[in-house]
Protein backbone atom coordinates (compact mmCIF):
# COMPACT_ATOMS: atom_id res chain seq x y z
CA UNK A 1 0.00 0.00 0.00
CA UNK A 2 1.06 3.50 -0.75
CA UNK A 3 0.50 6.38 1.35
CA UNK A 4 0.45 9.91 -1.09
CA UNK A 5 0.05 13.35 0.33
CA UNK A 6 0.17 16.38 -1.18
CA UNK A 7 1.14 19.97 -0.46
CA UNK A 8 2.42 23.46 -1.55
CA UNK A 9 -0.91 24.50 -2.82
CA UNK A 10 -2.57 28.05 -2.24
CA UNK A 11 -3.51 31.42 -3.44
CA UNK A 12 -1.60 33.07 -6.36
CA UNK A 13 -1.78 36.18 -8.96
CA UNK A 14 -2.11 35.28 -12.04
CA UNK A 15 1.29 34.96 -13.56
CA UNK A 16 2.91 33.84 -10.32
CA UNK A 17 4.01 30.46 -9.68
CA UNK A 18 3.20 27.42 -6.87
CA UNK A 19 5.63 24.59 -6.69
CA UNK A 20 3.31 21.25 -5.43
CA UNK A 21 4.78 18.45 -3.63
CA UNK A 22 3.78 14.71 -3.19
CA UNK A 23 5.44 12.72 -0.42
CA UNK A 24 5.00 8.72 -0.94
CA UNK A 25 4.80 6.19 2.27
CA UNK A 26 6.86 2.94 0.73
CA UNK A 27 9.87 1.40 -0.22
CA UNK A 28 9.11 0.85 -4.19
CA UNK A 29 7.73 4.43 -4.46
CA UNK A 30 11.60 4.56 -7.04
CA UNK A 31 9.86 2.37 -9.57
CA UNK A 32 6.32 4.24 -9.53
CA UNK A 33 5.02 5.74 -12.43
CA UNK A 34 3.77 8.98 -10.71
CA UNK A 35 1.29 11.79 -12.27
CA UNK A 36 -0.39 14.89 -11.35
CA UNK A 37 -4.07 15.36 -12.04
CA UNK A 38 -6.31 18.16 -11.01
CA UNK A 39 -10.65 18.84 -11.22
CA UNK A 40 -12.02 22.55 -11.30
CA UNK A 41 -15.28 22.81 -9.80
CA UNK A 42 -17.98 21.16 -12.15
CA UNK A 43 -15.24 19.59 -13.70
CA UNK A 44 -14.02 16.17 -14.98
CA UNK A 45 -10.49 15.33 -13.39
CA UNK A 46 -8.32 15.77 -15.45
CA UNK A 47 -4.83 14.69 -16.09
CA UNK A 48 -1.76 17.25 -15.64
CA UNK A 49 1.31 15.59 -15.90
CA UNK A 50 3.31 12.25 -15.11
CA UNK A 51 6.84 10.85 -15.11
CA UNK A 52 7.82 7.59 -14.87
CA UNK A 53 10.70 5.69 -12.73
CA UNK A 54 13.44 8.01 -13.78
CA UNK A 55 12.16 11.11 -13.90
CA UNK A 56 13.41 11.19 -17.53
CA UNK A 57 10.34 10.77 -19.35
CA UNK A 58 7.84 13.34 -18.90
CA UNK A 59 4.73 13.85 -19.79
CA UNK A 60 2.43 16.71 -20.05
CA UNK A 61 -1.75 17.93 -20.97
CA UNK A 62 -1.40 20.21 -24.21
CA UNK A 63 -2.64 23.33 -21.85
CA UNK A 64 0.01 23.05 -19.30
CA UNK A 65 3.01 22.56 -21.86
CA UNK A 66 5.82 24.91 -21.41
CA UNK A 67 4.61 26.09 -18.48
CA UNK A 68 4.43 23.29 -15.68
CA UNK A 69 7.18 20.63 -15.17
CA UNK A 70 7.24 17.70 -13.39
CA UNK A 71 9.98 15.92 -11.36
CA UNK A 72 11.17 13.62 -8.78
CA UNK A 73 13.58 12.73 -6.21
CA UNK A 74 13.79 9.12 -5.36
CA UNK A 75 15.54 9.69 -2.76
CA UNK A 76 13.23 11.43 -0.65
CA UNK A 77 10.30 9.47 -1.82
CA UNK A 78 9.13 12.99 -3.34
CA UNK A 79 7.87 14.44 -6.67
CA UNK A 80 7.50 17.29 -7.21
CA UNK A 81 4.84 19.87 -9.83
CA UNK A 82 6.36 23.37 -10.83
CA UNK A 83 3.43 25.33 -11.92
CA UNK A 84 5.10 28.74 -13.44
CA UNK A 85 2.70 31.25 -15.56
CA UNK A 86 -0.42 30.12 -13.96
CA UNK A 87 -3.81 31.46 -14.99
CA UNK A 88 -7.05 31.51 -13.12
CA UNK A 89 -8.39 28.66 -15.88
CA UNK A 90 -5.49 26.15 -13.71
CA UNK A 91 -7.64 26.68 -10.76
CA UNK A 92 -8.61 23.56 -9.43
CA UNK A 93 -7.72 20.36 -6.56
CA UNK A 94 -4.55 18.85 -7.71
CA UNK A 95 -4.21 15.18 -6.94
CA UNK A 96 -1.02 13.04 -7.06
CA UNK A 97 -1.35 9.43 -8.05
CA UNK A 98 0.97 6.52 -8.26
CA UNK A 99 0.73 3.43 -10.49
CA UNK A 100 3.12 0.33 -10.23
CA UNK A 101 3.12 -0.22 -14.14
CA UNK A 102 3.75 2.00 -16.92
CA UNK A 103 0.13 2.03 -18.29
CA UNK A 104 -3.08 1.14 -16.70
CA UNK A 105 -5.62 3.05 -13.88
CA UNK A 106 -3.87 4.70 -11.58
CA UNK A 107 -3.57 2.41 -8.13
CA UNK A 108 -3.03 5.16 -5.25
CA UNK A 109 -4.14 8.49 -5.67
CA UNK A 110 -3.66 11.54 -2.71
CA UNK A 111 -6.08 13.61 -0.67
CA UNK A 112 -5.53 16.79 -2.60
CA UNK A 113 -4.50 20.06 -2.33
CA UNK A 114 -6.33 23.77 -3.74
CA UNK A 115 -5.01 25.33 -6.40
CA UNK A 116 -6.26 29.20 -6.54
CA UNK A 117 -5.64 31.37 -9.30
CA UNK A 118 -6.75 34.66 -9.23
CA UNK A 119 -7.01 37.32 -12.06
Known amino acids: QVQLVESGGGLVQAGGSLRLSCAAS????????MGWFRQAPGKEREFVAA????????YFANSVKGRFTISRLNAENTVYLQMNSLKPEDTAVYYC????????????WGQGTQVTVSS
Open 51 to 58: TDWSGKST
Open 26 to 33: GRTFSTYF
Open 97 to 108: AARETGVGPYDY
